[in-house]
């Protein structure tokens, strides 16, 4: 019998209700959201909108990093264990408000979770049991895959590859569709083929998991052909320390927004 409160049900909060409903993971799920549930979770059997915390195994904290000291503020956990998916709030946090003895756990989830898909990294404290740790793993696991690790100081590493990753790939789709462009193809045609060409990429490299991804790039690659000519220029190492000054730039912001 697995109880979980989940605090602030916006985008985040209601992609992982609709994720524990639909993979059973939890058999009640208060909610705690003051603009109320979703239309589609209003029937869930297993969902209930309350005022305050009830006794429960694990309480996600699901609202903007903003609104955390507030709600750690009025927050009665019980022996309830503490997941935060807020970016930036570190365990230290909630151990202020909870005390070092109190089990918390601190994750980092992506958009794509909203569709099942998402990469999660999460870190426990060490008052965090294996089993209540195997009960936020299924629960993480119902919106896609997850990884532990054991240094939280990664988790600003973490956030500014996998949780802002998404952003980049949808830049990598804008940027594709305008040197489409510049080639001479119409700015609809253009987008509609960059789209498809990452969302098959992106399946083909989820279907073909043990594959490693060098392996699907030279599978695409003929030797002395066209996408040879393409790599040629963007393996030269620019694109490379493009990205790594990238996420050099986002793990910076998110150690001085964590502070
Ligand atoms: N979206 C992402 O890509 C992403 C990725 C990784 C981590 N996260 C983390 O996930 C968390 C939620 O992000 P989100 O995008 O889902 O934000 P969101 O859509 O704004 O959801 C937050 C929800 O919390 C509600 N809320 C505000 N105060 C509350 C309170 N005192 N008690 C209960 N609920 C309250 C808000 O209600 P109102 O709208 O009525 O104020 C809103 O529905 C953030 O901490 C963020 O850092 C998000």
């Not at 054991?150 to 789709?173: H, N, Q, R």
């Not at 080639?183 to 498809?196: E, H, I, K």
């Not at 060098?214 to 320390?241: F, H, I, K």
Request: with cysteine; glycine share 8%.
């Amino acid at each position: 019998m697995t109880i979980v409160t989940l605090v602030g049900c916006g985008k985040m909060g209601s992609a992982m209700v609709r994720g524990w409903v639909a993979s059973k993971v939890a058999d009640t799920i208060y909610v705690i959201e003051p603009s109320g549930l979703p239309g589609d979770l209003q029937n869930m059997a297993e969902v209930e909108l309350v005022e305050q915390t009830l006794p429960s195994d694990i309480i996600v904290l699901a609202v903007k990093p903003q609104m955390m000291d507030a709600v750690c503020r009025t927050l009665a956990p019980g022996t309830a264990t503490i997941l935060s998916i807020a970016a930036g709030q570190k365990i230290a946090n909630f151990e202020k408000y909870f005390g070092d003895t109190h089990p918390v756990i601190r994750a980092m989830p992506n958009t794509p979770a909203a569709i099942g898909e998402g990469m999660t990294v999460a870190v426990a404290n060490k008052n965090v049991t294996p089993g209540i740790r195997n009960i936020a793993d299924r629960l993480l696991r119902a919106t896609g895959r997850v990884e532990w690790i054991d240094d939280e100081t990664l988790m600003d590493a973490v956030t500014a590859l996998s949780g802002s990753g998404p952003a980049y790939v949808f830049y990598l789709i804008e940027v594709l569709a305008k040197a489409g462009e510049a080639s001479g193809l119409a700015p609809v045609f253009a987008m509609s083929l960059a789209r498809q060409t990452v969302i098959g990429s992106a399946a083909l490299a989820g279907y073909d998991a043990e594959t490693p991804a060098e392996t699907l790039r030279q599978n695409v690659t003929s030797p002395g052909g066209t996408t040879e000519a393409a790599l040629n220029v963007l393996m030269d190492g620019r694109m490379q320390d493009l990205f790594s000054e990238a996420l050099n730039a986002a793990t910076s912001r998110s150690k001085e927004l964590s502070k």
